[in-house]
């Protein structure tokens, strides 16, 4: 995943055609390290998206912009548009990322 770090960096990524997936995550959080260990091979199937991530301690303001209560959390952006957003509560399996990922395909 490649690192936001700046709000224009984070518009000028999400404005696009193409749909991205920002994880909203911070250093110390214990279930931001554990989807860590599993994202990779989601990476690589779900290559349709960008993939970035956003530490939400150094970008406050996007995370309360965009209900970001929990971390880690996956939304997916396209013209600057929020399209859906996978809350941390539901984010702490392969199962439940792919889940949610192939629902995302139902719905385009």
Not at 51 to 69: G, T
Not at 90 to 105: C, D, H, I, R
Request: aromatic share 10%; proline share 6%.
């Amino acid at each position: 995943m490649k690192p936001i770090t700046t709000i224009e960096q984070f518009t000028e990524t999400t404005s696009t055609a193409k749909p991205v997936i920002v994880k909203f995550h911070a250093g110390w959080c214990p279930d931001c390290t554990r989807m860590d260990m599993f994202i990779d091979p989601i990476i690589e199937e779900y290559n349709q998206y960008d993939w970035y991530e956003l530490n939400r301690d150094e970008l406050p303001e996007l995370a309360e912009k965009y209900d970001v209560m929990g971390i880690p959390s996956l939304l997916i952006f396209k013209e600057g548009e929020k399209l859906a957003h996978l809350h941390s509560a539901n984010a702490k399996s392969p199962a439940q990322v792919t889940e949610f990922l192939e629902a995302q395909k139902a719905n385009a």
